[in-house]
């Protein structure tokens, strides 16, 4: 977690930022209580994100909650799914609370949340199923920060950079750019 800075409204981390031209981890995913078959449903983008990332982000809740830190390896697994996930994967059904899983053998995941949906590869293509994992579950090894704020963009980037190195010093920081560049390229 980043400490507070003057002028950043919202950080979170994420493993892959959307639009950026990286594949990602698409997966297959059982659904016992989902009306649709397996092989109709197709994958799902698998991320793994803070709670802040979608508030940085622009994401909103629609229903439900988003994950928390205590939404780590001790606790029940949980995910918060895109509207578009929850449309396809359980038609005029409630997909709060319904449980996912990796296969057969693998524990359960509770869905807890449902956000907007987001173009993930090009803005001209429609989103796709997204199901996000807490990072505090299982930390990924490569993260972006995001964040929002009320400062001009150099001074936006240097506060963001700033908390990084309050946090760990000897983090390297690099690939900084703001997110309409990401857009436009």
Known sequence: RLPSQPG?????????LPLRGGGGISVGIFAPESPIPRNERGFTRQLQASAGYFQ???????????MTPADDD????????????????WP????????????????????????????ERRLETDPTPQMYRSVHEHPPSN??????????????LARLQDAVREVAPAQAVYNVRMMVGVISA
């Open 143 to 156: 993260v972006a920060f995001v964040a929002r704020g009320t400062l001009p963009p150099a001074a936006l």
């Open 56 to 66: 940085a982000m622009g994401i909103r809740l629609l229903r439900g909650r988003l």
């Open 74 to 89: 001790k606790a029940p697994a949980v995910a918060v799914v895109s509207q578009k996930m929850a449309d396809d994967w």
């Open 8 to 16: 950043i409204v919202a950080a979170g981390a994420v493993n892959d």
């Open 92 to 119: 005029g059904m409630d997909a709060i609370g319904r449980t996912l899983s990796y296969g057969a053998d693998s524990p359960p995941i509770t869905v807890v949340g449902i956000v907007t949906d987001v173009r």
